[in-house]
């Protein structure tokens, strides 16, 4: 989850913080892992191949295809004929991701239950090393989610956000003891904790709702840099808006928890509130000084702005392995979206998307 934008300076925190501590996964622990799919014929496959070839196999695969019209249903009739631990569920209408995955909990055999989208990709290695954050409290945990592939201006952009959001972003809640989300693209939870409190429906941010409710409920989320999973980014310009609208729809939550939240969630929140205010007043501050006229000021904002972005993006980027190249070619496309992408954020708050994959 991305908020607003970012506003440089916090970024250098998190660089000083250590992520969640990560254990040798225990052996002979298993996983199930359910994928809601709707429509997702282009997908599903290349996600089942990399759920099934983890290092550490799942004990069962189950796909729920909430009313697909697309191929997906006929995809996952022939994958079915050859995976033996696959289970394909098929709802009669279409019922929504979170109605979908409850439909999936009902099957699960495992003390631990991944939840990924269709259109998401797991590093061989996913599961043994988030499996192994699940050291005494954590109820939850998600490792580092990048664009699937390098398709374009979005792709580009979101490379950045993801470096800072996550890699950065993630180990400062993680030491405050309050995380923002567990991405809902490929979670991974105890099954007893998620079988109990079942997934929210109230909104549109499930994952969100999900992660506060375990943090209120004394749970805590880990947060594991090494675990990889790949997403496939919007195509165009009109389905990102359609898809940071709904991310950024998050008011509801709020709402919802707003009498019970942790001491924590609380200075999160506010944190979070500030810093996209605070890029705000930046744009505003940079703006005054171009329409003045002076030159040096705007260039020195912008400089020190460019200076902190690149050194966290490329820091980051190298712990997992990203060439610096990679890294440089997105920077640009990541200042065109960064100011939409703040618009966004500020008309989903006052006005929330409430329902809708």
Known sequence: MYLGSVFAPFSLVGLLLRGSTVTATIPGTTVSVIIPVHNGERTIEACINSVKNQSLRPFEIIVVDDYSTDKTSFI?????ERISNLKVIRNEKNLGKAASVE??????????????DSDTYLDRDYFKY???SFIKGVVGASGTVLPAEDRGKISKSRLIEYLHSQSTYKKIQINMGAVFVCPGCCSVWKTEWI???????ETVVEDMDLTWEAQIEGGKIAYVPEALAYTEEPENFKRYIRQIRRWFSWRPVLEKHSKRMTNGLKILISWMLAESIGYVLWMGLLLYFLISGMIIPSLILLLIDVSIITLVSIYQGLKIRLPIRKIFSALPYYYIFRVPTAIIFWKSFFSPKRNGW
């Open 76 to 80: 996952l009739g022939r994958l079915s």
């Open 103 to 116: 439909r999936g909990l009902e099957h699960v055999h495992s003390p631990y239950v991944a939840i990924i």
């Open 130 to 132: 988030i499996l192994g």
């Open 195 to 201: 079988k109990k409190n079942g997934i929210p429906k």
